[in-house]
């Protein structure tokens, strides 16, 4: 079990429980359940929601101060966190197809040991300022760590040696894109996909049939 600096409540490093929810753990309740699917600001929820002094609920609250992120989103990517942590930790840390970048950041929020992370798009988007205020209010310590780096993905995207990588909502072709620079690299990489309509075509039809078009889609990138 790991620490977040701060943090009242142990994360969880090894194999990870059947519980839905492992770090925001409250939204395991029925009545609660409702909530983590919607797509609305934090702010617009119940602020008993995020009640504790853990650091999750801390940054939740910020971000909810700073009118920025949705609830779905900020669930989704404290999850994909948990599960893939250490898989990808290395000391500095690569976000593709980084968006607004919340992935990238909580590494640089939780991990003591990533001392970089860049979070790499063709254009970063004017909500990151916002959000990273949102963490560097609670965790001064992101600030020196995290830079933005705006360039368009294609399969030879340079990483800096020794990187880690995630992928998170990168849509269609773009995850096997990042998967491709990270092959290239050498990097471990953990990818959370989301769309798949312009993704690569599964290269054995039959299991579109047993599986479906995305699930054959995952099967062969993991391959």
Not at 109 to 127: A, G, H, I, K, Y
Not at 161 to 189: K, R, Y
Not at 190 to 215: D, E, I, N, Q
Request: glycine share 8%; aromatic share 8%.
């Amino acid at each position: 079990m790991a620490r977040y600096p701060g943090a009242q409540r142990p994360v969880q490093e090894g194999p990870v429980s059947d519980a839905r929810f492992t770090i925001y753990t409250q939204f395991n309740e029925a009545s609660r359940l409702e909530f983590a699917g919607m797509k609305h600001r934090i702010h617009s929820l119940p602020v008993d929601l995020f009640p504790t002094d853990s650091l999750p609920d801390r940054l939740a609250r910020s971000l909810a101060e700073h009118r920025v992120v949705h609830v779905k989103e900020l669930l989704e990517s404290f999850e994909f966190f948990a599960r893939v942590r250490r898989r990808v930790r290395r000391p500095t840390v690569v976000e593709l197809c980084a968006g607004h970048g919340l992935v990238g950041l909580i590494f640089a929020l939780c991990e003591p040991s990533v001392t970089r992370v860049e979070l790499v798009d063709s254009r970063q988007p004017p909500s990151f300022g916002r959000i990273r205020e949102a963490f560097t209010t609670i965790a001064p310590w992101v600030a020196d760590k995290v830079v933005y780096r705006e360039t368009p993905l294609d399969g030879s995207t340079a990483l800096p040696d020794g990187a880690g990588v995630v992928l998170a909502h990168a849509c269609g072709e773009l995850t096997d894109l990042g998967l491709d620079c990270a092959i290239a690299s050498g990097a471990p990489v953990a990818a959370m996909p989301c769309c798949y309509g312009s993704a690569r075509g599964p290269r054995v039809p039959a299991l579109s049939k047993a599986f479906g078009r995305a699930a054959n889609i995952d099967i062969t990138r993991s391959h």
